[in-house]
Structure formats: C-alpha cells, structure tokens
C-alpha cells in the first residue's frame, strides 16, 4: 500500500511519528504498543503494514521481532512532509 | 541568567495554557450571580500594556481621550499595586466604578493578571476570596498538568533508549549462530548510531590480527574485508588499549567478555553528523552484549563442531554395516545446503537437514546385510523389511534427545509427493519440507553410485530422471531447486571429484 494511503490511518500516523521522533529506536510490537497507547494486536498488523511500505526495517529472531526506523533520507523526508500535514 | 530564560520559558507556557484552557466566560457567568453584571478579562504579560486592554474598557472610558487615560492610569496603578503585594487588589475607577486585580505568580513574580471591573458595588471580602481560591485552584492544576508533560518529555528519551537497549538484547542473544550473529550486530549498531558503515572484526588465535567477520555498507553492496593488525588504525587501537577510538567519521568499540574478543567499528553517520559521546555510550553498552553473545555463539560452534563429528562417526559406521557402498558425502551435504538456502531456511533448519542427510538410512542397521548386499531381485519379505527403514531409523535417531528434530526428516524421506510412497503414504505438504529434499538429493545419490544390482547412471542422466519425476515421486519446487543447485559447475565438479577422483 502506498504509505500516503496508510498514513491516513490513525495508528500507522502514531507508529510513524514515533520512529519518525525516536530514529535511534529498535522496538518490539509490545514496547510500540506502549508508546502509541494501542493493543499489541493491532500494532503488529500495523507494524507489517508498514514494514511492506518500506517505512519501517524488521529484524526477526524466534522468540519476536525488533522494529526499526528506515535509513532511506528520501523516504524520511517524505514521511516527515506527511506527519506535518496530517496535523 | 539561564535560570532566568527557563523560568520565563514556563511562564510563558503557563500562560499561553491558561489563555488557551481558562474558560473566564464560565468564571465570570459563575461570579456574576454575586458581582452583578462585570467585565473579566486576562493580561498576559508581566506588565499593563496599554494597547493591549483598550478593546475591553466600558463605553465611558472609550468616551474621549481624557476618560480613556483616567481609566487605563487606574488599572495600570492596581496591576502594579497586584504585582507587588501578589494578591487580590480591588479598586474604584474614576467613573464610579468597581473591580479587582487578580495576579498569577509564579516563582514568586507576577506573570500575568486577571481583571474585572464595572462592578455598581464593591465586592465583599468572601466572593474575592472565593474567586482567589478558585483562579488558583485552576492555575495549580494546570502547572501541575505541565510540569507532568514536561516530566514525560524528559523521561521518553530515556525510556526509550532503555526499551532499544533491552530490544537489542534480546535480539542478539536470540542467535546462536556466529556468522548470522555477526551481520545481526553490525546491522543493529548501524541502526541505533545511524551509521552508514559497521565493520566486526575477531582477534585471531595468535592474538596478533583482527581478522575480519562482518562488514556491512549501506551505500554499496561491494564491500572489502581487510585484516588490521592490533595497535594499528582505530579499530586496532581500541583493541591494544581496550578503550573506544573515536573520531568525527569512526568510532571503535572493543569487544571485551573476560578479555578482550575483537572490535566493533562504525563510519560515517549520516548527514555527516560527527560521532559524539553519547554515541560512545551506547556502543560500549551495546558491545558488552555483543561479547557475551558472540562467546555463546563460539562456544556453541565448538559445540555443533564436536556433534557434527559424532554424526559423522555414526555415518561410517552405518555405512559400513550397511550396503557397504562409499556415498560422496561432502557433495551432498553442500547440494542439500544449498537447496535449503533456496528455501530461505534458517541456520538451525540447514544444521537439521544435514545431520538427517548423514544418517537417513540409519535404519538400514536394523536391516539384515544379505538383504542390503542382495544383487537379484528382492522377495515381498525382503522389500518389506527394506520399506520398514526409514521407520527404525526414526525409532534409533529419536533415542538421541539432541537428535530428535532430525526423526520426521529420516521418517518420511522415502514418501513420494503423489503418495505412493512409504510408510505412511503421505502427499504433498504433509511430508515435511526437509524429508521432500532429501528424498530428490537421496534419489540423485543412489542412482549415481553404485548398488549391488545395478550400474549406476551418470549425472546428467541422474538429473534426466530426477526432472522426469517433478511433480509425481518429487515436489516440483524441491526438483527446481536442485536442477538449479546440480546444474552449478562448482558442484558437478565437486561430485566428480569425490565420486571418480578427478574434476
């Protein structure tokens, strides 16, 4: 999915504008869970959303998955062009 | 002079809440059942200015200019008056008028003001006590209200730094696998530091070199492994003093368990930031995981070095007991390597499917050497007790606990993908993927080498056969992959070698 149409959504936009905040981060669906005040549930399918969309880089091990920001200046910006305007 | 600047900062804050947030309409509708009709309003700032409250004075102070002056001298006189005893002040204005100067403090200076005049009677005693009770009230639950979100923003960065520190943990020592540890560690520091460039380099036996192990480069796919010698360059440096080497384009971090492991090196951050101290803290925290972890894996390489051996003893032996017929292992192993690659299995899957291609017909133990050695055709009593090996071999291999994971791989490695296969019949993705390769790599291998009652065939007719049965004894994706890995040169050459002796 195009990341415009996924940053409609109201859980992706607070996922984005965390990572998008914190750059250094690596986190777990649970800790993102936290951050975004969701239920883990909703914020992996999110989560995966975004990871397709290239916004977000996934490392998996069997135990969970750590997420983190993408390192792509380009896309970086776009995601911060599109935070200001859904504000 | 800094704590000046923060202290006007919150007061500025504070009153842009309290503009934001104070409904003085509601206050105002709320009083006026005691004042009467009135006029309420806020000056935001620590002075009257003048411009400012010209739009909220009565019909008569806006009158004439005169009237004006008289009117903005005595609210300017009480808010001065307010700011200096820092209470309520009520007042009479020159048109008979009543009102009260109510000063918001913070830190022990005014900050700003809320007025009420035109008041026909004076206010008594209790309802400006009351309304002072009730402004700050509301004023301390917003300052509280800001000091928490000001509490948050200083702890979130923290936390989160805490919540990456934890993740990253956990995210390394997850693997037991070096080489897979390895590229995990370059990746996750290059994330945390936004780095373009993380080298990974390992002390050598000699303690002499730091050999390098894992190289990741963002900008470029090519990347060049280079040995450095310790005390030489950062990364050498920070080996020899044990201590992080930092410069505005790298930083190195020893890898130090009990002594000192090898070196984590990071180049260029991105937007050419310079590498700063907080940088240095996080990879020494980040690389007193990483040492831990890269021991563990180390250890465990021995580990699976000293089982891989063991399996490999077990292997002869079955195979001297069993047809007696030398079977070219290293090419088999590397073919079922690398179709397990090409189904993206993990590390542990590959080391399963290897051991399980070392003793797949450990059951063949069970079966009597005549029957193995048998060069005419087998009676129904012999087939049978020849279909029953794949099922004795489960039963010895699952007597192993560190083995058992390899038992459905040697279980089913003889069911065909149509289901006319043995000894249960299974069909399609009910044969676990590793039994599907191993009965396309174990088909190849038989017919190659050579059996007792029959010549074997040569690789290209062994591949022949192996794509005529794509689909029906073999899975298709399974076939594909092999006819994809057989056809590579390295490998022909690699059978050949151990099957003639030549390439």
Redesign the interface.
């Known amino acids: 999915m195009a990341l415009g149409k996924l940053l409609k959504n109201k859980l992706c936009r607070d996922i984005a504008r965390f990572f998008h905040e914190?750059?250094?981060?690596?986190?777990?669906p649970r800790?993102i869970a936290m951050?975004v005040k969701e239920e883990r549930p909703a914020v992996k399918k999110a989560l995966d959303k975004l990871v397709a969309a290239g916004m977000l880089?996934d490392?998996r091990?069997?135990?969970?998955t750590?997420y983190?920001?993408t390192?792509d200046?380009k896309l970086i910006r776009e995601v911060g062009k599109q935070l200001k305007n859904k504000n | 002079m800094k704590r000046k600047i923060k202290t006007l900062d919150k007061e500025k804050r504070l009153m842009a809440r309290i503009a934001a947030t104070f409904d003085l309409k509601k206050v105002k509708n709320a009083f006026s059942r005691y004042l009467g009709s009135f006029s309420l309003w806020l000056i935001t700032g620590e002075v009257c200015e003048r411009e400012k409250i010209k739009p909220e004075l009565c019909k008569t102070a806006k009158s004439g200019a005169p009237k004006e002056r008289a009117c903005l001298d005595g609210i300017e006189g009480v808010v001065k008056k307010a700011g200096r005893s820092k209470k309520i002040e009520s007042f009479e204005c020159p048109f008979r008028r009543h009102g009260f100067c109510y000063p918001l403090v913070y830190d022990g200076e005014a900050f700003g003001y809320i007025v009420a005049c035109q008041m026909r009677n004076r206010p008594d005693k209790e309802t400006l006590e009351l309304f002072s009770y009730l402004i700050e009230t509301g004023v301390r639950g917003i300052r509280k209200e800001l000091e928490l979100e000001e509490l948050y923003e200083t702890i979130k960065?923290r936390a989160?730094?805490l919540?990456?520190v934890?993740?990253?943990h956990?995210?390394i020592t997850?693997?037991l696998y070096l080489d897979e540890l390895l590229s995990?560690i370059a990746?996750?520091s290059?994330?945390?530091?936004?780095a373009n460039r993380c080298s990974i380099k390992l002390i050598d036996s000699k303690k002499k070199t730091l050999l390098p192990k894992a190289t990741v480069d963002?900008r470029t796919e090519k990347t060049k492994l280079k040995k450095v010698k310790i005390g030489r360059w950062a990364p050498g440096k920070a080996v020899k003093y044990g201590k992080s080497i930092r410069g505005d384009k790298y930083l190195a971090t020893p890898l130090i368990d009990e002594d000192i492991i090898g070196v984590i090196t990071l180049y260029d951050k991105?937007?050419s930031q310079p590498f700063n101290h907080s940088d240095v803290e996080i990879m020494r925290t980040l690389a007193e995981q990483a040492a831990i972890a890269i021991k563990n894996a180390q250890l465990y390489k021995e580990q699976e070095k000293l089982t891989m051996g063991s399996i490999k003893a077990l292997a002869q032996i079955i195979e001297s007991k069993g047809t007696g017929i030398y079977v070219p292992k290293s090419s088999f192993l590397r073919i079922v390597q690398l179709i397990g690659q090409e189904f993206k299995m993990r590390e542990h899957e590959l080391k399963t499917l290897q051991y399980a291609t070392l003793l797949h017909d450990a059951g063949e133990l069970m079966v009597p050497e005549k029957v193995l050695k048998k060069k005419g055709k087998l009676t129904n009593e012999e087939y049978r007790l020849i279909k029953e090996h794949p099922l004795k071999g489960a039963k010895i291999i699952k007597s192993l606990k560190s083995l058992k994971s390899i038992a459905p791989i040697i279980m089913y490695h003889h069911e065909c993908y149509d289901g006319t296969g043995y000894p249960k019949g299974l069909k399609g993705s009910d044969i676990p993927l590793g039994a599907r390769i191993l009965a396309v790599v174990g088909a190849f291998e038989a017919m190659i080498t050579k059996r007792p009652y029959r010549v074997p065939l040569s690789i290209g007719r062994a591949i022949e056969e192996i794509r005529k049965n794509s689909g029906k004894q073999f899975d298709a994706k399974v076939v594909e992959a092999f006819l994809k890995v057989a056809g590579r040169k390295d490998i022909v050459s690699l059978i050949r070698k151990e099957l003639y002796g030549a390439r």
């Open positions: 914190n750059q250094s981060s690596i986190d777990t800790g951050w880089l490392h091990v069997s135990s969970t750590g983190s920001y390192r200046k | 960065p989160v730094a919540s990456t934890h993740t990253v956990r995210l997850s693997s995990r990746r996750l290059m994330q945390i530091i936004r963002l991105i937007e």
